[in-house]
């Protein structure tokens, strides 16, 4: 009975704070592969923080028998692949295990993005989920950049890029930061560099319009 309440509550509290532990796995994905470079960790370390990653989703959406299902099926299709392509020269494996977790990715932020436009006031977790949110976009830029760099050889930016180069990119082009230290060689990427620079635009100027509105809504009430 005791194990049973211990249970209960440390599944409440991994409840509760869904929104902190999905950002904490966020930014354990962006910050562990560019800390760790210089050891030659990156590519280790960045299979260990999706997956992490991976388990803070599943944690966020473990209430909904459905999406639990599905994800967890994917989730072990993904981990099987990055520990198959792991040691081997096999690019196909690694192609198809990055195309999951895009679609994975995608999926889930449709998710978050729903729960969060859904919320009926603006609270500390509507904050979060919108800057989770913001936070997922650049992964997803992340993997596809990576999957597009597999695909054309390595020579989809004008230099050989690394895990926490890309991850680098992402963000500057997401942000509209733009360097210009990494650039695209590829005409593919540099669709989808400027796409992602609208989304990253539209997403703030949206959301914030959306979490203001909901906040003035909200105090014309009282």
């Not at 910050?31 to 991976?54: C, N």
């Not at 195309?99 to 932020?109: K, N, S, T």
């Not at 979060?128 to 999957?147: D, N």
């Amino acid at each position: 009975m005791i194990k049973f309440i211990l249970n209960r509550k440390l599944f409440d509290w991994f409840q509760d704070f869904r929104y902190i532990l999905l950002l904490i796995a966020y930014f354990l994905v962006l910050w562990v592969p560019i800390i760790f470079q210089a050891f030659g960790l990156d590519q280790q370390l960045t299979d260990i923080s999706l997956f992490v990653l991976i388990l803070a989703i599943f944690n966020f959406i473990r209430k909904n028998s459905v999406y639990t299902k599905v994800f967890s099926f994917v989730s072990l299709v993904i981990i099987s692949g990055r520990g198959a392509a792991v040691g081997t020269e096999n690019e196909n494996i690694s192609v198809i295990s990055w195309v999951l977790m895009l679609v994975y990715f995608i999926f889930f932020l449709r998710i978050l993005l729903i729960e969060v436009w859904n919320a009926k006031k603006v609270n500390m977790n509507t904050i979060l989920g919108a800057i989770a949110g913001y936070v997922q976009i650049g992964v997803i830029a992340f993997i596809l950049f990576k999957v597009l760099d597999i695909l054309l050889n390595n020579h989809a930016f004008t230099t050989t890029v690394s895990i926490s180069d890309l991850i680098y990119f992402s963000f500057v082009t997401l942000t509209t930061v733009g360097y210009g230290d990494i650039t695209p060689a590829s005409d593919e990427v540099k669709a989808f560099s400027v796409i992602f620079a609208m989304v990253g635009q539209f997403y703030m100027a949206i959301l914030m319009a959306l979490l203001v509105g909901k906040y003035q809504q909200e105090h014309s009430k009282q």
